[in-house]
């Protein structure tokens, strides 16, 4: 099954230099957790995702509307072709423990986004039908392996003067299965 078959088409997204409270408004009004940014000439040159959005307003301590969609946006989007295999999109989306892949056009253009929800509800419409070409195993297999923690590297974040120009260290988060107090 082709990536064309199951992604979604109607992309909404947003530019570098807009606003992440644009982009919250984007995710909020399209129910969905992520906005491909697009430069001028509709090429996705990143990607934001909903937890980009909050930790960018945590880290910077500043109002959405203050933040510039390009300083929290990830730089190397990781993609696919609407002509890819599903299973080429699955394994690039366990590799890069990814939840989401942008779909290029042959032109270079932002044709659609392949979520992990698409290939599940692509699994759940095929197994009622009958058929097997997106297995639920390869999607438990695919859940499994992004859902992994990634290694967490602390970062070090200088705020502005407004903020006395004093460097702030986040703790790393608790390891899965403990709850701070």
């Known amino acids: 099954?082709?990536?064309?078959?199951?992604?979604?088409?109607?992309?909404?997204?947003?530019?570098e230099r807009d606003s992440l409270s644009r982009a919250a408004r984007i995710m909020w009004e399209n129910d969905c957790g992520c906005v491909p940014v697009v430069n001028a000439d509709g090429k996705a040159i990143g990607i934001l995702t909903d937890r980009d959005v909050c930790m960018a307003a945590y880290m910077q301590g500043l109002p959405l509307h203050a933040i510039q969609a390009e300083s929290a946006m990830a730089r190397a989007v990781v993609s696919c072709s609407s002509d890819d295999d599903?299973?080429?999109?699955?394994?690039l989306m366990r590799q890069n423990k990814i939840h989401r892949l942008p779909v290029?056009?042959?032109?270079?253009?932002?044709?659609?986004?392949?979520?992990?929800n698409d290939l599940a509800l692509e699994a759940e419409r095929?197994?009622?039908?009958?058929?097997?070409?997106?297995?639920?195993?390869?999607?438990s297999e695919t859940l499994s392996t992004?859902?992994?923690?990634?290694?967490?590297?602390?970062a070090q974040?200088?705020?502005?003067?407004?903020?006395?120009?004093?460097?702030?260290?986040?703790?790393?988060?608790?390891?899965?299965?403990?709850?701070?107090k």
């Open 146 to 154: 992004i859902s992994q923690p990634r290694p967490h590297v602390l």
């Open 104 to 116: 290029i056009a042959k032109d270079g253009k932002l044709a659609g986004i392949l979520s992990l």
């Open 126 to 139: 095929q197994r009622r039908a009958g058929g097997e070409d997106v297995t639920a195993r390869e999607i």
């Open 1 to 15: 099954m082709k990536v064309a078959e199951v992604m979604t088409r109607d992309v909404s997204v947003c530019g």
């Open 86 to 91: 599903v299973t080429i999109a699955e394994e």
């Open 157 to 180: 974040l200088e705020f502005g003067p407004e903020a006395g120009e004093r460097e702030f260290v986040p703790s790393p988060p608790p390891k899965r299965g403990t709850w701070r």
